[in-house]
Every structure is written in C-alpha cells, then in structure tokens.
C-alpha cells in the first residue's frame, strides 16, 4: 500500500488467493475481446483471467440482478473508478468497457472521465487556479454530480463535455451524447472525494458524487511507481508534441529530455504529492474494491468491502 489507512472494512486477496477464485467465475470472453486487450491495452491474457474477468462477472450479475426488480430496470449500474494522476484509471476502464460489452453488447457502456468537468483553462486562469489543477476546486462538480443524477433517475440520454488532452483545455461547444447506456463508468481523481453541492431541483441539502455510484474501484499503486509513470507520460507526449503544434507540449519542444523530466519533477512535488496525499489517497478506504498495482501495471493484491461477495 502506498500509505497504511484504516482498511478493516476491507478483505485483502493476494494474486495468489485472488487466483484460485477466477476457476468459479461463469463469465466467457470472445476472441474480439482478447485481441482489443492484449494487443490495444497491453494487458497479458493471465492478467485478465486472474484479476479482471472475476471482478467483471460479478459487476454484471449485479446489473442483471437490478434489472429483475421494477424501480430499477432501465436504470444504469453506475462504476466509479478513482485513483492518481498517472495510476491507471483510464486503462482499468477501459478494460472494463471492453469486458462489460462483450458480455452486454456493443455501445452498452458508457466511460466518462471527470477531466470533462475540469473548468475551462480561462476561467481558471480568471480565478487564478491554474497551479490547482487537477484539486477539488478546479471541477464544477455541480455538473458532475447533476450527470450521475441523471445517469440513475432513468433519463434516456445526457451530454458530456470533451476535454482534450492535446489542448489541455475543453472544447468549446463540443459533447458527447450517450443514449440508454447499460453500465456507466466515471474515472478520475475526484470520484471518491466528499465535495458536497446543492442541486436546486431536489430538496435534500447537499449531495455527493458517491450517492449516485453504485460499486467503486481505486486504482492503488506506491508513490514511487506513480511518479514514473507519470514522467513517462509526459515525455511520450512530449515526443508526439514536436509534430503537433496545436498540442499543450508543443511550448516545451525546445526543452532537452532533462529539462523537460526536471521540470515535470517538480511539478509532480509541489502539485501531485500534494493533492495526492490531501484528497485523492483519503478517498481510497471509501472504495468497494482496491487494486494494488506493481510498477509494470500488474496487480499485486485485492482488496474487498466486506460487505460485498465478489
């Protein structure tokens, strides 16, 4: 674990223990799948039957489990996917989506990252939080927990904004439409945090993000780890910046390699530690399932709520 937290509420499976479970688990992949995983998302055929395809097949018992009883047929089953910057949330939902469709159809999932909830760069700049990134205040988390709302009161279709990547910015007037979606999966760092927001069409006070997430999962990994991967990221997309020059790393093209890493370094110190350690490691006991991660991205340990049976 990459900082001790109160996690009694949790069972803990190591991959050898985790192992044994996956020859109970009535969940089959199709070719198509494996290919998009092991070939797309790099992820090894051993590792998705030891780890992923028990977890998954639990994932859709429930949802086929919620459509049998009337209130809550129709309505989508709701993942939350938290972690750090860098952990892996994008690739633990998308090997998920992947998983979730071929049992459940094609377009029956719907991903969302909460970077499409980040405030634009100019209204950031306007209140000065550029350097805040990534931390509580730099979401409109009223819009996010308004499209969880929606997602679980049985609406047949809501927008999301895109945020870019290249630009490191949303795109104005630009959204992505999901209809009747079977499961929906939020990724980010925000999911578990208790960032309360009044909503004014409903009467309760305050509302957070996890009254409307039906099973989480926090993408765990050391420190050390983290801070790797994330200086491989900016230095892949460093690489792809000198032949884009609308990309947000295209200023930085004219840094060397050292440069560039130094930099990022003391970015990931005064920036990430921080907001790591403040807001996103405090939200991980709060999860239904922890994935521990070695630094290849290989899951070392599981950890369980007691409360579920996966």
Not at 269 to 286: D, F, G, K, T
Request: charged share 25%.
């Amino acid at each position: 674990m990459s900082q001790e937290v109160d996690l009694t509420l949790h069972v803990r499976y190591q991959r050898d223990e985790w192992n044994g479970r996956q020859q109970a688990t009535p969940f089959s992949l199709s070719p198509e799948a494996y290919v998009k995983l092991i070939d797309k998302l790099k992820i090894s055929e051993q590792e998705i039957r030891q780890v992923y395809l028990p977890i998954a097949s639990r994932f859709v018992e429930l949802y086929r489990h919620l459509q049998q009883a009337p209130r809550t047929a129709n309505i989508p089953l709701v993942i939350g996917v938290a972690g750090s910057v860098a952990g892996g949330k994008s690739t633990i939902a998308q090997i998920f989506h992947t998983l979730f469709e071929d049992s459940l159809g094609d377009g029956s999932v719907a991903v969302v990252s909460t970077d499409s909830f980040l405030y634009p760069m100019k209204i950031m700049t306007e209140k000065n939080m550029l350097h805040r990134k990534g931390f509580p205040e730099s979401y409109d988390m009223e819009g996010f927990v308004r499209l969880l709302y929606k997602c679980k009161s049985g609406f047949s279709n809501f927008q999301v904004p895109i945020y870019s990547h290249d630009t490191y910015d949303i795109l104005p007037d630009e959204t992505l439409t999901f209809t009747r979606p079977k499961m929906v999966i939020v990724e980010g760092l925000n999911v578990l945090q208790v960032v309360p927001v009044q909503l004014d069409f409903l009467k309760r006070t305050s509302w957070i993000a996890a009254d409307f997430i039906d099973i989480s999962i926090y993408v765990d990994a050391e420190e050390e780890n983290q801070i790797n991967w994330y200086l491989d990221r900016v230095k892949r997309l460093w690489k792809e910046a000198k032949t884009n020059p609308y990309s947000y790393y295209h200023q930085f093209t004219l840094l060397s390699e050292e440069e560039l890493l130094n930099r990022a370094t003391n970015v990931w110190n005064e920036i990430n530690h921080v907001n790591l350690h403040n807001y996103i490691l405090p939200s991980r006991e709060r999860a239904d399932v922890i994935l521990h991660k070695n630094g290849d991205h290989s899951v070392s340990d599981i950890y369980v709520q007691r409360k579920l049976r996966i």
